[in-house]
């Protein structure tokens, strides 16, 4: 780490993207359930989902440019990449720099800083975004943008036992009402329930199995002219 340095001949990165999270899952390399570095056994996370903390930031560039990242990648001092000693890899990171409020979102995809007191290790990409590169170190703010996996989020939902209705609105005119309910019917191809209370009707959509298909339908009823209607859940 002493002999590492900045590019000579850098490119322009001060058009580098942020890495653009999604869900990946965790990789096979990098992920030992511990692992010890320097005499020091760090402790890997089963998830970052929630993480986040308050540190020092520092960088890593030329030394280890083209060599393998802990999980088994190429290290790329040019991209939004970052190391981090715990969190599993890869995970996405939200930096924001506390001293000019700068951010960027980083891949975290090695293992490091191992010095004491430092929580993340940013690429020279990164590092430059966030004006690090003239200090060195600086103090940020970390935090995972967690992507659950979409094919257990949709195991979820059909496993959902919830039932979702949609209140169109409510009127003291019943015969308006049961007029609408036919139209809704129709159109939507939903059942429909009215539900009275104090000489007042309630016109609910539903019910609809699925919260997401609720979700989608309650917007599409916004934008088709009811847009007081919202979502009950039972």
Do not use: C
């Amino acid at each position: 780490m002493a002999d590492d340095k900045a590019p000579s001949n850098a490119p322009d990165v001060t058009k580098v993207e942020d890495a653009h999270p999604r869900y990946e899952p965790y990789s096979r390399g990098g992920n030992k359930k511990n692992y010890t570095v320097l005499g020091k056994t760090y402790q890997v996370m089963d998830t970052g989902k929630g993480y986040q903390a308050t540190g020092i930031a520092s960088w890593y560039g030329s030394k280890f440019h083209g060599h393998l990242t802990s999980n088994g990648e190429t290290y790329d001092m040019y991209s939004m990449s970052a190391a981090h000693k715990t969190l599993p890899l890869p995970s996405y990171v939200r930096v924001t720099n506390l001293d000019n409020s700068k951010q960027v979102i980083v891949r975290v995809n090695d293992r490091g800083p191992f010095h004491e007191g430092r929580i993340i290790d940013l690429s020279y990409a990164a590092a430059h975004r966030l004006d690090v590169l003239k200090t060195g170190t600086a103090k940020v703010k970390i935090e995972v943008i967690y992507i659950d996996n979409p094919e257990s989020v949709a195991l979820a939902e059909l496993k959902e036992s919830k039932l979702h209705y949609i209140q169109v609105l409510a009127s003291s005119n019943k015969s308006k009402v049961e007029q609408l309910a036919k139209n809704l019917e129709s159109k939507y191809q939903l059942k429909t329930r009215l539900l009275s209370a104090n000489n007042l009707y309630k016109l609910q959509l539903g019910p609809i199995g699925q919260h997401q298909i609720a979700t989608k339908l309650n917007e599409k009823l916004k934008s088709d002219g009811y847009p007081q209607s919202y979502l009950i859940t039972e």
